[in-house]
C-alpha cells in the first residue's frame, strides 16, 4: 500500500514570491492535513479537507490556503512568502471517519530567501 | 487552546533499560492521544495511540494513560540505540480538529 506522497521535496523561493505544494494521501484515505514545522514552534496545524471541503483551520494567515480535488489529493499555497515561512511542510492523511490517525509524508523542505 | 508539555531532554537511557517519556495536556475534551517518532531530518512515524484510560501494549512499546490526570505516557522496553529520536505526544479533541503536538523529547539510547 502506497504511503503519503509530498512533492517537491525541496524548494527554494525568494520573499514575496508564491508556491504550491502537493500531497497524495493514502489510497482510500479522504482526509488531508496540513502541518508548519519549525525548530522553534515545533508541529503546527494548518487546515484539514475532507471531501473536497475544508474542514477546520488553525491559526494562520490567510497568506497560506489550501484545496483539496475529487481524488483527494491536496495542494498548499503560500502567497507573498516571508522569511519566517522558511520551515518544514507536512501532509496528514487519514481515512476521515472516527478513528483519526493521521500518517505523515515525507515533508517538504521550504526556504525563503 | 489546547496545550501540550512534554519535556525537551535529551532523555539518555542505557540500552537495554526501559525508556520512559511523558505528556500532559490542558484540553480535558481530548479524547484520542498519538505517540510519533521522528528521526532527525526524516517525518514523523505513528508508533502508538490510546483513546481509553489505562494501558496498551504494542511490541516493545506500552502507552499508558490517564485522563482524570491528563497525562499519557510512552514506555519503551528493551531499548536500543535505533530508538534513539525524538518523540511527540499529539492530541486530538475529536470530530473534525486536527492535531495538537507537543514540542517533542529528544531520546538517546546509549549503547
Known amino acids: 500500500k502506497a504511503g503519503v506522497t509530498q512533492t517537491p521535496r525541496y524548494l527554494i523561493k525568494t520573499r514575496g514570491q508564491q508556491v504550491t505544494l502537493s500531497c497524495s494521501p493514502i489510497?482510500?484515505?479522504?482526509?488531508v492535513s496540513w502541518y508548519q514545522q519549525t525548530p522553534g514552534q515545533g508541529l503546527q496545524f494548518l487546515f484539514e479537507?475532507?471531501?473536497?471541503?475544508?474542514?477546520n483551520k488553525g491559526n494562520f494567515p490567510g497568506r497560506f490556503s489550501g484545496r483539496q480535488f475529487s481524488n483527494s489529493r491536496s495542494e498548499m499555497n503560500v502567497s507573498t512568502l516571508e522569511l519566517g515561512d522558511s520551515a518544514l511542510y507536512l501532509c496528514?492523511?487519514?481515512?476521515?471517519?472516527?478513528?483519526?490517525?493521521?500518517?505523515f509524508g515525507q515533508g517538504t523542505r521550504l526556504t525563503v530567501v | 487552546q489546547k496545550e501540550v508539555e512534554q519535556n525537551s531532554g535529551p532523555l539518555s537511557v542505557p540500552e537495554g533499560a526501559i525508556a520512559s517519556l511523558n505528556c500532559t495536556y490542558s484540553?480535558?475534551?481530548?479524547?484520542?492521544f498519538f505517540w510519533y517518532r521522528q528521526y532527525s531530518g526524516k517525518s514523523p512515524e505513528l508508533i502508538m495511540f490510546?483513546?481509553?484510560?489505562g494501558d496498551k501494549e504494542d511490541g516493545r512499546f506500552t502507552a499508558q494513560l490517564n485522563k482524570a490526570s491528563q497525562y499519557v505516557s510512552l514506555l519503551i522496553r528493551d531499548s536500543q540505540p535505533s530508538d534513539s529520536a525524538t518523540y511527540l505526544c499529539?492530541?486530538?479533541?475529536?470530530?473534525?480538529?486536527?492535531?495538537?503536538f507537543g514540542k517533542g523529547t529528544h531520546l538517546i539510547i546509549q549503547p
Open positions: 496528514a492523511s487519514s481515512s476521515g471517519d472516527v478513528r483519526p490517525e493521521a500518517f
Open positions: 489510497s482510500g484515505h479522504r482526509s
Open positions: 479537507y475532507f471531501s473536497e471541503t475544508q474542514r
Open positions: 484540553d480535558r475534551g481530548s479524547q484520542s
Open positions: 490510546i483513546y481509553s484510560n
Open positions: 499529539a492530541l486530538s479533541g475529536g470530530g473534525a480538529d486536527g492535531l495538537t
